[in-house]
């Protein structure tokens, strides 16, 4: 099946410092990335939408300018975390959409803020 | 907008036993049903998923689920389980018209005990 890579797997940022997760589409194209974020023992949340070479749809209550996606190309989408705070500790797990209904995850990405 | 109800946050089975857990979902629209496994620390892997046809959905791993409109369910079956199936599961959905956000149940956490 298609793979999805994430980068890094793990993060440690001291408060007030921003961080960057990329996510790959390894073997395939993806026009639409989404990013989730995934509280311990909860469900994923949508945060957005990225569909490449345009702006991101961000999910109601999601600060965009605190969470800047970036989908550059047909294979690699960004997240950025603008100056993190503590409470910004969590699982941020993207996906990729193949065809018109399957999305492929990668493997999440634990950032820590201190 | 489509909500789902994973009413199990935790099933505890013996090894080789039967396993059933439970997703309800509410929607105003058809819909597409998904269920995704995820193992610690790793991203989600999709298990099967319903679109249309015939109700009862055969994925990986010797695991099914059957969609059944009238109560809106769509739960996931195993007849026998075995160690490796310890992980959490996820109930998702989206709906057909082309929106491929994807909803997500609580999720289950699944203990396989020797």
């Known amino acids: 099946g298609a793979v999805v890579s994430q980068h890094p797997s793990r993060v440690i940022c001291k408060s007030g410092t921003s961080v960057k997760i990329e996510c790959r589409s390894l073997d395939f194209q993806a026009t639409t990335m989404f990013w989730y974020r995934q509280f311990p023992k909860q469900s994923l949340m949508l945060m957005a939408t990225?569909?490449?070479?345009?702006?991101?749809?961000?999910e109601q209550g999601v600060e965009k300018d605190k969470f800047l996606i970036n989908h550059a190309s047909l294979t690699l989408s960004t997240l950025t975390v603008t100056s993190a705070h503590p409470e910004d500790s969590s699982f941020y797990i993207c996906?990729?959409?193949?065809?018109?209904?399957?999305?492929?995850f990668g493997p999440g990405t634990r950032l820590t803020v201190l | 907008a489509q909500s789902v109800t994973q009413l199990d946050s935790q099933v505890p089975v013996f090894e080789e036993a039967p396993v059933e857990l439970r997703c309800n979902y509410s929607s105003s629209v058809s819909v597409y049903l998904f269920w995704y496994v995820q193992y610690p620390n790793q991203g989600l892997q999709l298990l099967l998923k319903?679109?249309?046809?015939?109700?009862l959905v055969k994925g990986i791993n010797g695991f099914e689920a059957e969609f059944n409109k009238s109560q809106t369910s769509f739960h996931l079956r195993k007849p026998s389980v075995h160690i490796s199936d310890t992980a959490e599961y996820f109930c998702?959905?989206?709906?057909?018209?082309?929106?491929?956000?994807?909803?997500f149940g609580t999720g289950t956490r699944l203990t396989i005990i020797p």
């Open positions: 319903y679109l249309s046809g015939s109700t």
């Open positions: 998702a959905v989206s709906d057909d018209f082309g929106n491929e956000k994807l909803t």
């Open positions: 996906s990729a959409r193949v065809g018109d209904t399957e999305q492929f």
């Open positions: 990225s569909n490449e070479g345009s702006k991101a749809t961000y």
